[in-house]
């Protein structure tokens, strides 16, 4: 492979995150993910649609929740030592927004 190709593919190349939900894997773009941390405690939220019901502490931050397996249509799961916690910055309306998603294995 020449120099010029092999630079045009990594220009092409995407670094990603790995979760796990079940028997399914999904991919997240690295560069969305701030950080993964161990499961928290929780504050359920009143009137919270089904796939966010919750919002975490998260140095300081409180960010909302969202249970991916519930959205997939997966039956839910109580924790394990595997489980984790994946939070990501998104763009909302031009503004940088986190928000965290729940993971049954990196």
Same mark, same amino acid.
């Given at each position: ?6 630079? =045009? ?6 670094? @990603? $995150? ?7 894997? !999904?991919?997240?773009?690295? &560069?969305? $993910?701030?950080?993964? %941390? ?6 359920? @939220?009143? &009137?919270?649609?089904? !796939?966010? #019901?919750?919002? *975490? /502490?998260?140095?300081?931050? @409180? %960010? ?5 397996? *519930?959205? !997939? &249509?997966? #039956? ?8 984790? %916690? $994946?939070?990501?910055?998104? =763009?909302?309306? /031009?503004? #940088? ?10």
């Amino acid at each position: 492979m020449t120099e010029a190709l092999a630079a =045009e593919h990594q220009v092409d190349a995407m670094q @990603v $995150v790995m979760i796990g939900l079940g028997e399914e894997k !999904f991919a997240l773009d690295a &560069g969305l $993910v701030r950080e993964i %941390i161990d499961p928290v405690p929780v504050t359920k @939220v009143a &009137g919270a649609r089904s !796939f966010v #019901p919750s919002v *975490i /502490n998260v140095r300081g931050n @409180v %960010i909302p929740l969202a249970d991916l397996r *519930i959205r !997939f &249509g997966m #039956p839910q799961l109580e924790d394990s030592a595997d489980t984790r %916690i $994946v939070v990501i910055e998104i =763009e909302l309306d /031009n503004e #940088p927004v986190l928000v965290c998603g729940t993971a049954d294995k990196i």
